[in-house]
């Protein structure tokens, strides 16, 4: 039986907001007062002698070795479909590329977010595993399997991660109690770890983290350890490691207050410095942004590729530079003196410069996907959010409806009606201020719109929140007076109370649903805020990525940014022709 067709998200459906906002708050709660990572440190055991062979890879015959980077899958079918098509295909060629065909990766890292909103087994089922067994569709059980390794990101820790552990984290190593068991297969692939964080050892000296910040950006101290152990013990002289963070923190810090988004991420990044066995942080993968870029930090390359499913981000807020103040530990310390290998905040620290700069391609542009001049256009399109997010606007309308319907109550309570007041004003203005007049006779209508500006107040992502809190407030509230005064003055069918509310339960929905989305285009085209919520809201489905890399015989890291511009619609077996491209050029590290 084929799964049932997932559709992209719907964010403003308003029992989704409830159901998100609860269970947000419920695991954020938990996950502070008893974090599952504990449970799993003592439970997953993992033995300090040596590393499990099974994380140990080998080249290939001709001897490259190739794996692949995806993050943010698990939203509507079509996209995670289509990309993972090109995940199972044996190769893939992508307009641009030069190298010959790239081939299927040994093994796949996801980056966090699987499922969304929320998890639940059923959730995993349709939206992740439906479209990669689907997509793996001729392979047999008798094919050479890939394997799995996966992050949480913050969707999937808002039920505690137990529906991720169950699928991704099924394998057990052999002990008293368990024979062992292996991993859960889905479609090629067949997950691998046992824990939800993981060091791999690739070859020529490359090894490869996985982390897991759980729900508030934050590793616990027995990660820390089991990587500390690794680059201690197992990883040798002169290690290069790829580490796979959870969130773009470099793009994510506020250069005011670096240390809230960047403090854990640095705690990462300065093992290697603190063991120092002159390994190397070579570069840094992430998704939690569906989008592509890359950064540069000296040497360093700082790559977010979360387009694996998930709706599309927008690319023209990022800045060309973020720049903070930090104390330790330096990004490269063979570029300079290094400071001393203490903790931040500690006596000896040297604070330095953090930079990083938006890489760019050979024709002058960033090296983003999409292009900003696409991704500003995009932004456009939040003019028709009504449309979009019908349901928010059903809402909206519902709201304002009843809000009608009260103050007609309240003019019957005089003898009258609302639309009979309003009519009864010897002009347009005359009608606007016997609304007023009716909507303060009684406490309620104030007490209703305060819970409305506490809501735009609560929105708005600016320092001056009070003001743009109280300037959409004022946008919403206005317009949907003066169309109400107007239609009850107007229009006949609005001279009942009946016809009036109606009228202004879907004037209120068109309203409230265009000023959200031109609040959001007015924030982020001219001041680079509410890049999710206004790009939630499009739900699209295309500007697809991932990355595909190869570990050559020489020792280099090759990595090519994979996009897939155009998703097909694909609720049949049709499987529509898929045209990958590759992003930037491929890019190299020694
Ligand atoms: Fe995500």
């Keep these: 039986m084929t799964a049932p067709r ?7 459906s308003v029992p989704r907001l409830i159901d998100i906002g609860t269970r947000v708050a419920v695991s954020t709660v938990f996950g502070e007062f008893a974090d599952r990572r504990s449970v799993l440190t003592a439970e997953r055991h993992i033995d300090p002698a040596a590393i499990d062979p099974s994380y140990v890879y080998a080249p290939d015959q001709d001897g490259n070795f190739w794996f692949d980077f995806a993050a943010d ?83 999937d820790w808002y039920d ?12 057990q190593l052999p002990g008293p109690w368990s024979p062992g068991r292996r991993g859960n297969r889905i479609g090629l692939w067949r997950t691998q770890q046992t824990r939800s964080y993981f060091a791999l050892k690739l070859p020529q000296n490359w090894w490869l983290w996985g982390t897991d910040i759980q729900l508030t950006n934050y590793i616990d101290q027995a990660q820390i350890d089991f990587f500390e152990h690794i680059a201690r013990e197992w990883m040798p002289e002169g290690a290069r490691l790829v580490l796979c963070a959870g969130v773009p923190d470099w793009v994510y810090a506020d250069p005011s207050d670096p240390a809230k988004t960047f403090t854990h991420f640095s705690f990462v990044e300065g093992i290697l410095h603190r063991v120092r066995r002159n390994q190397r942080l070579a570069a840094i993968l992430t998704g939690d942004s569906h989008h592509y870029s890359r950064y540069r930090e000296d040497d360093r390359h700082y790559i977010t590729a979360g387009g694996a499913g998930a709706f599309l981000h927008p690319t023209h807020h990022l800045p060309e530079q973020r720049t903070f103040d930090w104390d330790w530990p330096r990004p490269n310390p063979s570029v300079g003196p290094s400071p001393a290998p203490s903790p931040p905040g500690t006596a000896g620290t040297q604070p330095h410069r953090r930079s990083f700069t938006l890489a760019h391609k050979p024709d002058g542009t960033p090296s983003v996907f999409p292009d900003q001049a696409t991704s500003r256009r995009l932004t456009w399109l939040d003019l028709a959010f009504a449309a979009f997010n019908w349901d928010f606007a059903l809402a909206t309308g519902a709201f304002w409806a009843l809000l009608t319907w009260g103050l007609d109550a309240t003019a019957h309570g005089t003898g009258t009606s609302l639309p009979s007041l309003l009519i009864a004003a010897a002009d347009f203005w005359g009608g606007v201020y016997a609304y007023v007049m009716l909507a303060i006779v009684a406490p309620w209508p104030l007490l209703v719109l305060l819970a409305l500006f506490a809501g735009f107040y609560y929105l708005a992502d600016f320092k001056a929140r009070l003001v743009v809190g109280l300037l959409h407030t004022c946008a919403q509230i206005v317009p949907v007076v003066l169309a109400t005064v107007a239609l009850a003055r107007s229009a006949p069918w609005a001279h009942s109370s009946f016809g009036l509310i109606v009228s202004v339960g879907v004037a209120g929905a068109l309203i409230g649903g265009t000023v959200l989305g031109v609040y959001f285009l007015i924030s982020l085209n001219c001041f680079g805020k509410h890049w999710n919520e206004a790009f939630s809201a499009l739900r699209s489905r295309h500007y697809k990525n991932f990355l595909r890399l190869r570990i050559d015989r020489s020792g280099a890291l090759t990595i090519y940014p994979i996009g897939l511009e155009h998703v097909p619609k694909d609720r049949s077996a049709a499987n529509p022709a898929l045209s990958p491209i590759l992003i930037e050029p491929p890019i190299q590290i020694r």
């Design 6 to 12: 997932a559709r992209m998200t719907h964010w403003y």
């Design 73 to 155: 899958t698990g939203d509507g079918w079509d996209s995670t479909y289509a990309v993972a098509r090109l995940l199972a295909a044996d190769a893939v060629d992508p307009a641009g590329n030069t190298d010959g065909a790239l081939r299927r990766g040994r093994l796949l890292v996801l980056g966090g977010d699987e499922v969304y909103p929320t998890p639940s087994d059923e959730r995993y089922r349709v939206q992740f595993v439906a479209p990669f067994a689907e997509a793996s569709g001729g392979i047999t059980p008798a094919d050479p399997e890939s394997d799995l390794y996966v992050m949480p990101g913050n969707h």
């Design 160 to 171: 505690g991660l137990s529906a991720f552990l169950n699928l991704f984290c099924w394998r």
